[in-house]
């Protein structure tokens, strides 16, 4: 209850409040005083409601930062792949219309010197 007043303190309080307000006025009052506790611990509800929701929301909009971020680097991610992936497609097709070839990983055989002769069909 309240720190530091015990029943005899609380005892002495009621007994002032009887003589000053009087028995007439006394129910009145403390149903009064009943209302304004009543009033302020609503009050100090609704407070710490909104300090709650305030911390809730900065969390949120923490962890919303932390998913673009993430959204953010994957879709990078996915456009270089993306990019290299035409970058080598567009190399090749260069390369071939230009005539050369890729470059093998191993060189081609030679021509052998003693090749067939070739054929008057070939010739033409």
């Not at 290299?84 to 497609?89: C, D, L, P």
């Amino acid at each position: 209850m309240l720190p530091g007043v015990g029943f005899s303190e609380l005892l002495i309080l009621a007994l002032a409040a009887l003589i000053i307000v009087g028995p007439k006025d006394l129910p009145m009052m403390m149903r009064k005083l009943g209302q304004f506790v009543g009033k302020a611990r609503g009050m100090a509800r609704e407070f710490q409601a909104a300090f709650e929701d305030i911390a809730r929301q900065s969390e949120l909009e923490d962890l919303r930062k932390e998913i673009e971020d993430l959204k953010r680097s994957n879709a990078m991610t996915d456009a270089q792949a993306d990019l290299a992936n035409m970058e080598g497609e567009i190399n090749s097709a260069v390369m071939k219309k230009s005539g050369q070839a890729a470059p093998d990983p191993e060189p081609a055989p030679a021509p052998e010197a003693d090749a067939q002769p070739k054929s008057k069909d070939d010739a033409a």
